[in-house]
């Protein structure tokens, strides 16, 4: 499958996606959101067990892009349908994922550039990079899932000065503050992510998978529905291969070797 707005390359059980319009800033379009929804869907596909998500050259990602191919304004008057048709899709596809994602940020997340990066289950990022919720500054709202994300991460007041403002966040800032977990020096992320993806790769990817979305869920339950969700997730994972193995080797005193069944 080939692709023209990004990169696709799949290393034994690790798919690595990685934006690639560096001379926009890797900005979102509908063709570049597009073919993400078809390489999130490769990666399943070809069996992949662990997802890194990067950007190629300064930046992670820009954001929408403002500017057409021929210079004018590239957004459509009908902003919310360019949502529900391009950009919600791949936010669901990305939060329903059964395999974990690593962003590495490699360099600014802005715009919805920030919900791609935010949506990794663990994010690296450079130390130059920063996060911005540019929205308000060209008079729109938080979209692509930017509000939820936000919010969830770092609590009503924090979310609201970085939706009202439309300041940068800082790497350490955005650490320090539970947006993202890991910063690295520059030139760094991508190897960080690659180690980290690594690892999950070879542990059990069903019930990494229940985990996603158990957590997902949990940040809007009340406890008995969470007690139903851990329930349920947990009689699914007891009947996996990777259960078994899990206890074998933890009776044989070794290493699991979980298969991701």
Known sequence: MSYTTLRY??????????LDRPDRMNAL???LLAE?????????????????LTGEGRAFCSGADLIGEDGQIGLPEDLGALLENYYEPVVKRLAELPIPIVTAMNGPAVGAGLSIAL????????????LLL???????????????????????MKALEMALLGEKMSAEDALDAGLITRVVDDGEALAEAQKIAG???????R????????????????LAETLAIERVNQQAAGRTSDFAEGVQAFIEKRKPIFQGK
């Open 36 to 52: 993400l929804a078809r390489a999130l869907d490769a990666a399943i596909a070809d069996g992949a067990r662990a997802l890194i």
């Open 134 to 156: 540019a929205f308000v500054n060209i008079g729109l709202v938080p979209d692509a899932g930017a509000t939820w994300l936000v919010a969830k991460s770092v609590g009503r």
């Open 207 to 222: 019930a990494i998978g229940m985990i996603r979305r158990q957590i997902a869920s949990a940040l809007t339950a009340t």
């Open 9 to 18: 390359d799949l290393t034994g059980a690790v798919a690595t996606i990685t």
């Open 199 to 205: 690892r999950l790769a070879t542990m059990p990817t």
């Open 29 to 31: 379009s509908p063709p």
């Open 119 to 130: 949506a990794g289950d663990i994010v690296i990022a450079a130390r130059s990079a920063h």
